[in-house]
């Protein structure tokens, strides 16, 4: 199964973006998506990869202090779909953002996020 993560881009100080993940590449995807937990992970320049939000199968969600009240993780199991809402974004919201298909420990290319300030 592969993981593609999409919808980064340029914004300022204050904007919103929503990420995306997909997963795709087996005739299983679907059975493979929905028994695991989906996490979402950033690494800024010269950072280590950090946690950022998580959604578990029965769609309990967890987010890092930094983002709580800013970011919505979300899922669509019919799509094999994760999304990452990121609104009042903040420079130090800049990075690759990753997701993983946690019970399974794959990960999807990133996409990056860039804020202004």
């Known amino acids: 199964v592969q993981l593609q993560a999409s919808g980064g881009g340029l914004v300022q100080a204050g904007g919103s973006l929503t990420l995306s993940c997909v997963a795709s590449g087996s005739r299983d995807v679907g059975s493979i998506f929905e028994i695991s937990a989906v996490g979402w992970y950033r690494q800024a320049p010269g950072n280590q990869r950090e946690s950022v939000a998580r959604?578990?199968?029965?769609?309990?969600?967890y987010y890092a202090d930094s983002v709580k009240g800013r970011f919505t993780i979300s899922r669509d199991n019919a799509k094999n779909t994760v999304a990452l809402q990121m609104s009042s974004l903040k420079p130090e919201d800049t990075g690759v953002y990753y997701c993983?298909?946690?019970?399974?420990?794959?990960w999807g290319k990133g996409t990056l996020v860039t804020v202004s300030s």
């Open positions: 993983k298909l946690e019970k399974w420990n794959s």
């Open positions: 959604i578990d199968v029965d769609a309990s969600t």
